[in-house]
C-alpha cells in the first residue's frame, strides 16, 4: 500500500471525530492533497507513534504538546507546532464555589476539598492546581483534591469530568470545583449550574490548547501544504462549516508555543511527565 | 463605537442574548463596547467571543473594566448559498415548487435554509406525484370535522336485538375494521414519504389517518358494546386489502383506495346508515361517511392534478385497475359471511319476505357503488365505455 503525502494522528475521544476526519479527507484530496488519519484512543499512544514513525503530524492536546517537545529535546530532534484553532488561544480556566459559600479568596481553600477533572486533564486539573500552588496552597497539602475521571488518556477533551464535579460542587460534595471558562458559562447555559448558583473565587492567565504537532522528520512539503489548506479553509464554505463547527474552529491560525508555559510549569509539579517525557504519575491509567 | 450595558444581568442568564441582538447590528469588523455589572460578565464574554470568532479585549471604563468586541465575519459567512424555499402561504392559483430539494429537508416552507443543512430523501418530492389544488382546503374541513368518539356518539342509547341481528353486526364490523385498518396503513405508508413541502398534502394525510384511527375505535366499540366477540376475516378480503399495499405508487394507491374503494366505501356506510338495527350504528356510519367523503375528495383532487399534468398517465391508472382484478380473480371477493349479514341488516328479520326485500336493498346498493365509481371516473377524463368497464373490474370486496 502507497502511504498518503500525510498521515496524521488524531484521538478518538468522541464518535464526531470520525465525522470531522472524514470529511477533512474527502476535503484535502479535492484539494489535492494525500491524506489520511489513524485514531488512537488516548493520547500517550499517539505522541509514541510520532516518535515511531507512524504518523507525520498529530492533532495533539496542550498536553501531548509539552510531552512531544519532552521526548524531542531528550532525542535531540524537533517538533513543530504549525497549525491551531482560534479557539485554542488564551483560554482561562476558573476555579468555582457555590454562590453561597463561606470561601472568598483561595487561602480560604485550606482544609477543604477542591474538585477536579480528569488525571490529565490541562484545563480541569493540571492548570487549576498550578495555579493554587502559584497561590502558595498545594493540593494534597493545603487542600484535598477529589478527581473526577472520565476517559483517562484523553487529556481532558471529555467534558465529562468537569461536568461531574459541578454536579458535586451543587450537591455539597466538594467546595470547589475548576473547568474551563467557556464551560462555566455552556453549564450556566445548559442549567448543569443555574445562573446565579456559583462564583467564580479565581481565574488562571490564559493558555492555548490543542496544536497540530509534527513528527520528527515530518515531510515538510506535505506539511507546509496542510498548513496551508487548513488556513485557506472557510467558514463560508458549506463543504466544510459542518466540520469546523464539529471542531470547534471558525479559523485556523497558525501555530504558536507561547501559550504553554503554563501548562510545562504544571506538569512538572505534578511529576505527570519527566523532562524526556516519561509518564511518571503512577496513578495515571488510560 | 456603540455601547451597550447588560448591567448585573448574567451572560447564562439572558445577557448573550442582548450581547448577539446588538451585534448584529453591527457590520462585520466594527466594535461594540459591552459594560457588564455580574461578577462574571468579562469571563463569560471572553469565552463566548473566543468560541463565536469575535476578538474582545478590556479597557479601563468610566465605571470599570468595559469590554470592547470586535465582530468576526462568521455570522454573515453562515448565510452565503443559503437556499430559498418558496412561500408559506400559496396565494390563489400559486402552487409549490415543481420538485422540493432534499436539501431543504425539513424546514418550514419559505423558511431560509443554511446551505450544507443534511438532505433528506423523501421519496415523494415531485409536485405532480402528491399535489392536490384543494389539499389545503381539506386540510381544514378535516381540522375542523374531527369528532370526539367519546362525544360524538351517545354509547349508552337503548337498544335490544335478535342475537341473529347483532351477530350480521358484528360481522359487518368485522369486516369494516379491516378494512378501515387497510385506509389508515395505505396513506400512512405514504405519509412518511411526503416531502413537507408539500405541507398541505401532509397534513390532510395526517388526519387522514386520524380519521381511520377513529373509525377504527368506533367500529370496534360498537361490535363490543353487547358482548360480541369480532368474527370472519377471509383470504379472500385481506387479498383484496393486500393489493392496496402493493400499489405502485401514492398516485396509483390513491386512485385504488380512495376514488375507487373509499368512493365505494360511502356508498356502503350510506346503506348501513339506512338498514342499521340500532341508533349507535347508524350514528357511527355517518359520521364516517361524511370523513371518508373527503378522503374521496382528496384523491380526485389529487388526480385531477396529475392527470392533468400527465395525460399519459391515465394508462398507468387503467393498467393498475386491470392488474388487481386479474390478480384478485381467483379470490372470492366479498364472503358471504358478510354478504349475508348486510342482506339480514336490510331485511330486518328472517322471513323470505323480508330477505327478498333485503337481498334487492344489498344488490341496489352495488349497484350504486357502480355507479359512483363511473361517476368518478368520468370526471377524472375516461372515456365512457373505459369508465364502465374499469368501475366493474374493480374489487367485489368493495375496498
Known amino acids: 500500500m502507497t502511504r498518503p503525502a500525510l498521515v496524521m494522528g488524531a484521538v478518538a475521544y468522541a464518535p464526531k471525530v470520525i465525522t470531522i476526519w472524514e470529511g477533512f479527507k474527502a476535503w484535502f484530496a479535492g484539494q489535492g492533497l494525500g491524506f489520511d488519519y489513524v485514531l488512537y484512543s488516548n493520547y500517550e499512544a499517539q505522541v509514541e507513534a510520532q516518535f515511531a514513525g507512524e504518523v507525520d503530524i498529530a492533532w495533539n492536546s496542550p498536553l501531548a504538546w509539552v510531552r512531544a517537545g519532552r521526548m524531542a529535546r531528550s532525542r535531540g530532534v524537533s517538533v513543530e507546532a504549525v497549525a491551531m484553532r482560534n479557539t485554542d488561544r488564551d483560554l482561562r480556566s476558573v476555579i468555582v464555589v457555590r454562590a453561597d459559600s463561606p470561601l472568598q479568596t483561595l487561602d480560604d481553600l485550606r482544609g477543604r476539598t477542591l474538585g477536579v477533572g480528569a488525571i490529565d486533564s490541562p484545563q480541569a486539573t493540571l492548570i487549576p492546581l498550578h495555579h493554587l500552588r502559584a497561590a502558595g496552597l498545594a493540593g494534597g497539602r493545603d487542600f484535598a483534591v477529589r478527581r473526577f475521571d472520565v476517559l483517562s488518556g484523553k487529556h481532558g477533551d471529555h467534558i465529562g469530568g468537569e461536568r461531574d464535579a459541578a454536579v458535586a460542587l451543587l450537591a455539597g460534595e466538594v467546595d470547589a470545583c475548576c473547568m474551563i471558562d467557556g464551560n462555566h458559562l455552556a453549564f450556566g447555559l445548559d442549567g448543569t449550574l443555574p445562573a446565579g448558583s456559583t462564583r467564580v473565587l479565581a481565574t488562571t492567565e490564559p493558555y492555548d490548547h490543542c496544536n497540530f504537532t509534527t513528527s520528527p522528520g515530518a515531510p515538510a512539503d506535505a506539511v507546509a501544504r496542510f498548513v496551508e489548506l487548513l488556513l485557506a479553509m472557510r467558514w463560508d464554505d458549506q463543504a466544510v462549516r459542518p466540520l469546523m463547527y464539529l471542531e470547534g474552529v471558525r479559523q485556523w491560525k497558525p501555530g504558536r508555543v507561547s501559550g504553554y508555559p503554563q501548562l510545562e510549569t504544571a506538569v512538572d509539579e505534578a511529576a505527570f511527565y519527566g523532562p524526556d517525557g516519561a509518564i511518571l504519575d503512577a496513578d495515571y491509567h488510560y | ?399
Open chain 2, 1 to 399: 463605537m456603540p455601547t451597550i450595558t447588560i448591567d448585573a444581568l448574567g451572560l447564562d442568564e439572558g445577557g448573550l442574548l442582548l450581547v448577539r441582538r446588538a451585534l448584529a447590528e453591527l457590520p462585520a469588523g466594527a466594535a461594540l463596547t459591552v459594560r457588564g455589572a455580574g461578577p462574571q460578565w468579562a469571563t463569560h464574554l471572553g469565552a463566548w467571543a473566543r468560541e463565536q470568532g469575535h476578538e474582545m479585549a478590556m479597557r479601563a471604563g468610566p465605571d470599570g473594566a468595559e469590554a470592547v468586541l470586535t465582530r468576526g465575519p462568521w455570522a454573515e459567512g453562515r448565510w452565503l448559498g443559503a437556499m430559498a424555499t418558496g412561500r408559506s402561504t400559496l396565494g390563489p392559483g400559486e402552487e409549490p415548487a415543481a420538485r422540493a430539494d432534499p436539501a431543504w429537508g425539513l424546514a418550514a416552507r419559505g423558511a431560509t435554509v443554511e446551505a450544507g443543512s443534511p438532505p433528506i430523501a423523501f421519496g415523494l418530492s415531485a409536485r405532480d406525484e402528491v399535489w392536490a389544488v384543494t389539499a389545503g382546503e381539506l386540510y381544514a374541513q378535516a381540522a375542523a370535522g374531527q369528532w370526539d368518539p367519546q362525544t360524538a356518539i351517545d354509547w349508552d342509547a337503548p337498544f335490544d336485538l335478535p342475537p341473529a341481528i347483532e351477530a350480521a353486526v358484528a360481522q359487518v364490523m368485522t369486516y369494516l375494521i379491516e378494512n378501515e385498518n387497510a385506509a389508515l396503513v395505505v396513506p400512512a405508508r405514504h405519509l412518511g414519504q411526503v416531502h413537507p413541502h408539500y405541507r398541505e398534502v401532509q397534513q390532510a394525510l395526517a388526519l387522514q389517518c386520524a380519521d381511520e384511527a377513529r373509525h377504527i375505535e368506533v367500529f370496534t366499540r360498537r361490535l363490543g358494546l353487547r358482548g360480541h366477540a369480532p368474527m370472519l376475516s377471509t383470504a379472500g378480503g385481506q387479498a383484496s386489502l393486500h393489493s392496496l399495499l402493493q400499489a405502485p405508487d401514492f398516485s396509483t394507491a390513491t386512485f385504488l383506495l380512495s376514488v375507487l374503494g373509499e368512493g365505494s366505501f360511502i356508498t356502503l356506510l350510506t346503506f348501513l346508515q339506512a338498514h342499521a338495527p340500532d341508533p349507535v350504528t347508524r350514528r357511527i356510519c355517518r359520521l364516517a361517511a361524511r370523513d371518508e367523503a373527503r378522503h374521496v375528495a382528496f384523491g380526485m383532487a389529487h388526480l385531477e392534478h396529475r392527470l392533468a399534468a400527465q395525460a399519459g398517465y391515465r394508462t398507468q391508472l387503467q393498467a393498475a385497475v386491470e392488474q388487481r382484478h386479474e390478480a384478485l380473480a381467483p379470490t372470492a371477493g366479498l364472503n358471504e359471511e358478510v354478504f349475508d349479514a348486510l342482506v339480514l341488516l336490510a331485511a330486518g328479520e328472517l322471513t323470505p319476505e323480508a330477505v327478498a326485500r333485503g337481498h334487492a336493498a344489498v344488490q341496489q346498493m352495488k349497484a350504486d357503488m357502480a355507479a359512483g365509481r363511473r361517476a368518478r371516473l368520468l370526471r377524472l377524463g375516461f372515456e365512457h365505455e373505459e369508465a364502465r368497464r374499469l368501475s366493474d373490474l374493480h374489487t367485489r370486496n368493495f375496498m
